[in-house]
């Protein structure tokens, strides 16, 4: 059973945006922190950007004042909004809630749930 979907990857030219979608069911989301994650060939998956139910954030230091992070409560998704692209943004990311986020955050977390991934590509 999928848990989470997400959406929005692509190619786009350097300087440019995306906003990526992770919908997740009630259940999943009302209970967890969620968290982007990357993943470049030949790379370790780093986390991008986590957002607590509360909403406070913390992003990676390559991302901060390009990418931000949101959840929508009432339709059971959070956002990654990303500007002023760069090719070494390429990557597949995935979403995630549960355990794994919830370490990196410092908070409780239910469960571990990935997204499928989605390839987001920067290149001219």
């Known amino acids: 059973q999928v848990q989470l979907v997400e959406s929005g990857g692509g190619l786009v030219q350097p300087g440019g945006s995306l906003r990526l979608s992770c919908a997740a069911s009630r259940t999943i989301f009302s209970i967890n922190p969620m968290g982007w994650y990357r993943q470049a060939p030949g790379n370790q998956r780093e986390l991008v950007a986590s957002?607590?139910?509360?909403?406070?954030?913390n992003y990676v230091d390559s991302v901060k004042g390009r990418f931000t992070i949101s959840r929508d409560n009432a339709k059971n998704t959070v956002y990654l909004q990303m500007n002023s692209l760069k090719p070494e943004d390429t990557a597949v990311y995935y979403c995630?809630?549960?355990?794994?986020?919830?370490?990196?955050?410092?908070?409780?977390?239910?469960?571990?749930?990935w997204g499928q991934g989605t390839q987001v590509t920067v290149s001219s």
């Open positions: 995630n809630a549960g355990r794994t986020t919830a370490q990196a955050m410092g908070v409780s977390g239910s469960g571990d749930y």
């Open positions: 957002i607590r139910r509360g909403g406070s954030t």
